[in-house]
């Protein structure tokens, strides 16, 4: 539409041309009483006199019919006096087909916010707080608009400046009325019938909006009101993760990154916890200061991983009888069903290990799946120990240690003695030690040297600094950890002769498992103070761990008739009382490829945080073993789709 399409008559020419002013009459009612409110939006009015501002009310506004008299007193005038030519669009003389309430209920910017804009603050940080509760909002639109263009949302435009002429209006004026009724225009073509406004549907759900009018929801994504109380606050609150855990701000949980995620495990929000940028500043991760809050293994570390502080332990032990044949599941082992969670840790020690060490390493590494690595393995003759942690927690482990023992006397032959491992976790220094002892029903003192031997024997730690040096003794190497687990073929008998045993399991062997253990030699060297000094054992509930038949449940059947015993046993001390507190405590029944039968104990283990001035492994693991362990899973999936696929097309039917 031609730019002169203001609605507005006050030149000299005007009442020359009826014609044009004939098109205007159904204009001018419409648009008539839509005057701006001069005591609250000052607007220069084209029919006033220059000092309107002064004395508004001497100032009367003329209607559009009446020509402007116009003297030498306003040269502008003159010099930008236009004819009105009569409009090419539709009229606007119905209603529009909106829901007029909805409109009117919606807040936009007055001419007074976009001089307010285009002075100070940016007009694209429009927000839904400008304004307090209660203020009265005036239209600020230039003359002749009427209350339907205004009820038009409009694009953002730059606003009309106030000290041109008529001319200048008409320009404003014919851009926002062109807009309107192109908008118009369409629709009515479409339709073939009154002009209507296309409808404005969101191309996505709306989100959801809190009963305060202050809501972000309400807020245009990364625009805040620079006069706005907290525009600073969330200024700063952009360059961050919504709720950041770190500081004294953390969510109770991992998972509480958004507000999603305290109702929901389905946030999209990543849980990888935000990292500030002083912090990588002031922090140095090998050479880091005691509990400073930035250290890698300091509190805020370990509370973001484990609120509790306490770490989930699992420790089996096993002799395998040097079978060459392993089971196939190892489920029942690594995975019980009396847990509902797998743990963090694992750590288990064999003793007359399999021909084939790498091949038991890489089933345990296929069970556990790549949630897990294998931090450490080592061997001793015929003694294995492997140590598996959840991949995540490997960046908080120092260097492993391990050292051996051999108590035979011939130290060449291997299979009898002890292998340890030690290293420290955030700040908490454990040691695991996996033992065989020397077997024989009556050779209880031989048993008490071996484990003289391997408390004087093991050098460790050698490079990890000890966590409480005087605490420490220098005879005793389960003195130099806060944690201690010594689990393994300890070959302590029940005393009184199979006879005597057996009759005990005929009578009840659910209920009479105390009885059984009046009889252990172990249990016996302890109460004495001869053995595992320190130590405690979790409550036994389970039968005998030997001696059975190969392949079965029944106890040796040979002509040696080996008395059943619990020989394999799990045994704990802390440094710190009740830093381990166990969970459960059983055997394995269902392995049966072994004349032992494997026992394994669930700890919870009290976890402190430490220095970062300690030899870490820096994420060491085997990578080698890792992808073997994968390669399998995915193998034996893709085996078991192809069998269900060939039962699936291997059906018959037949209709009789």
């Known amino acids: 539409m031609p730019s002169e399409l203001a609605c507005v008559g006050h030149s000299e020419a005007a009442p020359q041309q009826p014609a044009a002013q004939g098109h205007l009459q159904p204009e001018v009612r419409m648009l008539k009483g839509q005057l701006p409110n001069t005591e609250e939006d000052p607007v220069p009015d084209p029919w006033s006199l220059p000092d309107s501002r002064q004395a508004p009310e001497k100032s009367p506004v003329l209607p559009p019919n009446i020509p402007a008299q116009v003297t030498d007193e306003d040269p502008h005038a003159k010099a930008r006096a236009f004819a009105p030519k009569p409009p090419t669009r539709p009229r606007l003389e119905r209603a529009l087909s909106l829901d007029e309430k909805g409109w009117r209920k919606r807040r936009f910017r007055t001419s007074r916010e976009d001089l307010a804009g285009q002075s100070g603050a940016s007009p694209s940080r429009g927000s839904l707080q400008d304004e307090a509760p209660g203020t009265p909002t005036h239209s600020g639109s230039p003359p002749c608009l009427s209350t339907s263009l205004q009820e038009i949302p409009t694009t953002r435009r730059a606003p009309c400046s106030l000290g041109g002429g008529p001319s200048s209006w008409g320009n404003c004026l014919s851009g926002m009325i062109s807009t309107s009724l192109d908008l118009l225009h369409r629709d009515g073509a479409s339709a073939g019938s009154t002009p209507r406004l296309a409808s404005l549907l969101p191309p996505r759900p709306l989100p959801a909006m809190d009963q305060n009018v202050a809501s972000n929801a309400l807020r245009t994504a990364n625009k805040v009101d620079s006069d706005h109380a907290d525009y600073k606050l969330r200024l700063q609150a952009r360059l961050f993760r919504a709720h950041s855990s770190l500081g004294p701000g953390r969510p109770p949980s991992p998972l509480a990154n958004d507000d999603c995620s305290l109702h929901s495990a389905k946030s999209t929000f990543s849980l990888l916890a935000p990292i500030r940028a002083k912090d990588v500043r002031s922090r140095s991760y090998l050479e880091g200061s005691l509990l400073a809050s930035g250290a890698l293994m300091g509190a805020d570390e370990l509370a973001r991983y484990f609120p509790d502080r306490s770490v989930a332990l699992f420790v089996a032990t096993w002799n395998m009888q040097g ?280 700890f919870r283990v009290r976890v402190r945080p430490g220095r970062d001035n300690i030899p870490l492994a820096a994420g060491k693991f085997d990578r080698e073993l890792y992808l073997i362990g994968i390669k399998r899973r995915i193998s034996k999936e893709m085996q078991r789709q192809q069998v269900l696929k060939n039962q699936h097309s291997s059906t018959i039917c037949t209709v009789s």
Request: aromatic share 12%; glycine share 8%; with cysteine.
């Open 323 to 602: 079978q060459k044949e392993l089971p196939p599941n190892l489920d029942e082992l690594l995975l019980p069903a009396e847990a509902d969670y797998a743990q963090d840790l694992y750590v288990v020690g064999v003793q007359e290990g399999c021909s084939d060490r790498r091949e038991w390493e890489a089933r345990l590494q296929e069970t556990l799946g790549p949630h897990y690595v294998m931090l450490f393995s080592t061997a001793h003759g015929a003694l294995y120990l492997s140590v598996l942690i959840r991949r995540d927690l490997i960046w908080f482990c120092s260097e492993v240690e391990s050292a051996t023992v051999t108590t035979r006397i011939v130290s060449q032959i291997k299979t009898k003695g002890a292998l340890g491992v030690s290293f420290t976790f955030f700040g908490t220094s454990f040691l695991f030690i996996t033992s065989h002892f020397t077997s024989g029903d009556g050779k209880v003192s031989e048993r008490l040297v071996d484990y003289s031997k391997t408390i004087q024997g093991l050098a460790l730690p050698r490079n990890v600094p000890d966590t409480s040096p005087y605490r420490s003794d220098a005879a005793d190497v389960t003195t130099r950890f806060d944690g201690v687990f010594w689990f393994g073929d300890f070959n302590f008998r029940l005393s009184g002769g199979r006879a005597a045993v057996e009759a005990i399991l005929k009578q009840d062997p659910g209920a009479d498992v105390q009885a059984l253990l009046q009889r252990d030699q172990l249990t016996r060297e302890m109460k004495r103070g001869s053995i595992f000094k320190g130590f405690q054992e979790p409550d036994i509930h389970f039968l005998p761990s030997y001696k059975f038949d190969i392949g079965k449940d029944s106890y040796d059947t040979t002509s040696k008739q080996r008395t059943p015993s619990y020989t394999d046993r799990v045994m704990y001390r802390s440094r710190h009382k009740d830093d381990i507190r166990p969970i459960k405590y059983a055997s394995c029944p269902g392995i049966r490829t072994s004349d032992h039968r494997p026992v394994y104990g669930l």
